[in-house]
Nanobody, 128 residues
Framework: QVQLVESGGGLVQAGGSLRLSCAAS????????MGWFRQAPGKNRDFVAA????????YYADSVKGRFTISRDNAKNTVSLQMNSLEPEDTAVYYC?????????????????????WGQGMQVTVSS
């Protein structure tokens, strides 16, 4: 059974930082590209960032580029999202997602339906 479990969310003031982590189990982690999405109340679940199998390629939404950094540790089956210079607009439930890819050079994806597995979500609240 595949499980993705997020941790590290919470409440932070604008300008602050948080680090989200996602622990994966039940899958061959090194065969999956990983992504982060977020969903604010009343809005769609939007792409935030993705990382390739090796960690050598990353892809960010324009809204977080330069502030957020995605990384992974294949030895520990974890993917992380370092979030700096947080803004109230970053308030949302953040989801970790896994995309089974046929090879290490497969393009990174930003659409929800292209991901195979999802975590339960973690609330991040940024106060002004």
């Amino acid at each position: 059974q595949v499980q993705l479990v997020e941790s590290g969310g919470g409440l932070v003031q604008a300008g602050g930082s948080l680090r989200l982590s996602c622990a994966a189990s039940g899958l061959t982690f090194s065969s999956y590209a990983m992504g982060w999405f977020r969903q604010a109340p009343g809005k769609n679940r939007d792409f935030v960032a993705a990382i390739s199998v090796s960690g050598g390629s990353t892809y960010y939404a324009d809204s977080v580029k330069g502030r957020f950094t995605i990384s992974r540790d294949n030895a520990k089956n974890t993917v992380s999202l370092q979030m700096n210079s947080l803004e109230p607009e970053d308030t949302a439930v953040y989801y970790c997602a896994a995309d089974r890819v046929p090879g290490p050079l497969y393009p990174l994806k930003s659409r929800r339906y292209e991901y195979d597995y999802w975590g339960q979500g973690m609330q991040v609240t940024v106060s002004s």
